[in-house]
């Protein structure tokens, strides 16, 4: 999860644009290279590499442009390229491959279409996450993987950076320490965990009991701990 709002949506233009790139540049050198080599030469099978670009690209319609692009150039450099072979099943092989870049599109815009589904849901719950007022920390293996902005404004800190990295259990009382480590073992290994109130400390050193409810979730592909905590009582 992003919690850079400004420049997350900046970096993907960017690399979206970068993948474009790499499409058109691809496809000029293979289209240069088929028209100037003789017919039997199958230089046009390499249009499947910038094909499979379009896997990078959030436009659904993306693999159907470029498949519709090549199989044009396809036919440009059929009449152009020099003839050693029969055109007939020159013609053949060019139309089968044709079919073959049709096909894979169809495969391209159903996974294209699919990911765009998630990423929607991940927009989604990254916006639920930072304009929560709970705070919000995800936790895996001794580390703060993520923290919400509610955690800064919470544990009193500059920016959310400033939580990465620290381990969960400093934020507890130390005479709290032990019972948490156990309630996020049993957490981690799928307990739904609610603690009514603890005590926990802010990094400028005051107290605080908070309600925090631990869960199970995957991150990065691998189990980790999701902690909400809200504010019940200033000490």
Not at 61 to 79: E, H, K, N, Q, R
Not at 100 to 126: G, Q
Not at 168 to 184: V, Y
Request: proline content about 4%; charged content about 20%.
């Amino acid at each position: 999860m992003n919690t850079d709002t400004g420049t997350g949506p900046i970096r993907r233009r960017r690399t979206v644009l970068e993948i474009v790139a790499y499409i058109i540049a691809s496809t000029v050198l293979i289209f240069s290279i088929d028209a100037s080599t003789p017919l039997g030469l199958m230089v046009w099978i390499l249009y499947f590499i910038p094909l499979f670009l379009t896997l990078y690209i959030r436009w659904k319609y993306a693999p159907f442009l470029a498949t519709s692009v090549f199989i044009l150039l396809i036919g440009i450099s059929y009449f152009v390229s020099p003839r050693d072979m029969s055109e007939f099943f020159a013609l053949v092989n060019r139309l089968f491959f044709s079919l073959m870049l049709i096909a894979l599109s169809f495969f391209i815009w159903n996974h294209n279409r699919n990911m765009a589904t998630l990423w929607i849901n991940e927009e989604r719950y990254r916006n639920m996450a930072e304009c929560s007022p709970d705070a919000i920390i995800v936790y895996k293996e001794g580390k703060i993987l993520y923290a919400n902005p509610s955690s800064q404004r919470l544990f009193s800190v500059e920016n959310n950076k400033t939580l990465l990295g620290k381990d969960i259990i400093d934020l507890f009382d130390p005479a709290e320490q032990n019972t948490i480590r156990q309630k996020i073992s049993h957490a981690i290994i799928g307990m739904q965990i609610v603690i009514d109130k603890v005590r926990m400390l802010r990094l400028n050193g005051t107290e605080f009991f908070g309600q925090v409810s631990l869960g199970k979730i995957i991150w990065d592909h691998e189990p980790a701990l999701l902690a909400n905590i809200r504010v019940v009582t200033d000490s």
